[in-house]
C-alpha cells in the first residue's frame, strides 16, 4: 500500500551511506522517513551479491512511499599501498632512511615493497609520501625505476597493506582498476542512478567510466587529490555531478586548506550548474554518540549557507550506533538554517550568470517572477532534467516540481537542491500541460487554492532540450474541489 510523503520542507538533500548498520530494508524505511532523500552505497566493502538486496529494499520505497528514490554507487577508485612486512609491524623512527622498492621479498624497518611502478615513474626529489592516512611523512631524497629513497620526517607505526598518498605528483594511473570495472558493470545492471568516480586527477580520468556508463547512469567525479584542483574547471565541465571529498582531501592537505577548497569546489560546481555534495567526517562524533558537536553542526550549517545541493552521512549512518539519529539530525540543520532569513542572501553569494540560452533566461527569469507574483513554486516539464538543473541553479526561493516521463531522470534528480521529481505522462498539449501542473502540485500538497504557480515547458512537447514556455496560473478553488 502506497503511503505518500509530503516532500520535504528543505531544499538541500541529505545522503546517507548504508552499510552494516543500516542495510536492512526496515532500517532503510526508517532513514528514508527521517529524512534520508538519496542513498550511498560504497563498493569499497562487501560484495556484489550483498548489495542486490540493498538496492531492491531502496527501489521497494518507490511503492512504500509514492517517490522516486535515488541510489548513488561509490567506486573504490585506485589505492595505492605499501606491501608487507616481515613481523607484520614496523617503527618508523624520525630522520631514518626508508627504502621503498620493487621487491616483493617481505619489508622491514628500512625497506618495503612498493607494488604500483607508475609512482616510480612520476615521482621528484622533495616530493612528500603519505603512510597511513596521513599519520607519517616520507621525504623523497632520491629514485630510479627499481627504489625510491626516502628519508621519515613523521614517524611511527607502519603495518602490513597500508595506505599510500603521493600529493605532491600527478601519478598517471588509470582511474578505474580491474575491480572498479566490474563494479560499475554491476551497479549499472543492477539500475543505480549515480557513478562516483574516486581519486580523480584529471579531466581525462572521467572519459572511461562515461564510455562505460553509456548515458545509463550520471557520473560524479569526487574531489579528493590536490592535482584535481588544478584543473577544476575542466574536471566539473566533464562530469554531472561533485563530490567534496574532504577525508583524504585533508591527508594530502594541510587541514586548514581544506575549508577555503570546499567553498572554491562549491561555487565552481554551482556557476557550472552541477550538483554538490559536501562528504565527510560531517556528523563523526554520530558514530558513537547520540548527538553532534556544536563544531559539527556549524561544519554542516556552512555547507548549506554555501549553497551546497546535499550534505552527506558516511559512518554515522553505515556503521555508527545512531544511524536513524544522525540523518534526523541533517533534516533538522537544514530545516533550521532555511528557515534563517538570511539563508536566501547568503546562498547567492555565488553569482550564477545565465548562459545566451532561451532555458537558461527562462531559468533565470522564473527565479524573479516567483519573488514578484508571490508564487508558491516553480513547475516545469522535462525529459532529460536539464530544465530542474537550471531552475536549481539559481536557487529560486520556492520549491521545485519536476514532472518527467523517465523514471530515471525522475531518479537522478533526488541530488539536486530544491527539486521534488515526480514521474508522470508526457502531455500532448498547452491545455493539458496547465491542467496536468496544477492537479500534480495539489496532489503533491504544494499548493492549495489561491495559490500562483510558475510552469515551464518546451514546445514542441516530447522534445528534449526545447523550454521556450513559461506560464504563471492561479489555482482556483473549483480545481482543488474537482481534484479532491
Known sequence: MTRAISPRSRKVRVLA???????????????FEAGADAFRINMSHGDQASKVGVIQAIRALEKKFGRPTTILADLQGPKLRVGRFADGRIMLEQGAIFTLDRDATPGDATRVELPHREIFAAIEPGARLLLDDGKLVLRVIEHDDARIVTRVEVGGALSNNKGLNVPDVVVPMAALTDKDRSDLAFAIDEGVDWIALSFVQRPEDLAEARKLIGGKAALLAKIEKPAAIDRLEEIVEMCDGVMVARGDLGVELPPQSVPPLQKRIVETSRRLGRPVIVATQMLESMITSPSPTRAEVSDVATAIYDGADAIMLSAESAAGAWPVESVAMMNAIGEAVERDPMHGDRIRFTVTRPDP??????????????????????????????????????????????????????????LLWGTHAVH????????????????????????????????????????????NVIHVVRIVGDELKNYG
Open 17 to 31: 551511506t548504508l552499510g552494516p548498520a543500516s542495510a536492512t530494508p526496515e532500517m532503510i524505511a526508517t532513514l
Open 357 to 414: 540560452t532561451t532555458a537558461d533566461a527562462l531559468a533565470e527569469a522564473a527565479k524573479n517572477i516567483a519573488v514578484t507574483v508571490s508564487a508558491k513554486a516553480i513547475i516545469c516539464f522535462t525529459t532529460s532534467g536539464s530544465t530542474a538543473r537550471r531552475v536549481a541553479r539559481e536557487r529560486p526561493s520556492v520549491p521545485l516540481l519536476v514532472l518527467t516521463p523517465r523514471v530515471e531522470t525522475a531518479r537522478r534528480l533526488g
Open 424 to 467: 508522470t505522462r508526457d502531455v500532448d498539449s498547452f491545455e493539458e500541460m496547465v491542467a496536468k501542473a496544477k492537479r500534480v502540485a495539489l496532489r503533491q500538497r504544494i499548493v492549495e487554492a489561491g495559490d500562483r504557480v510558475i510552469i515551464m515547458a518546451g514546445v514542441p512537447f516530447r522534445t528534449p532540450g526545447s523550454t
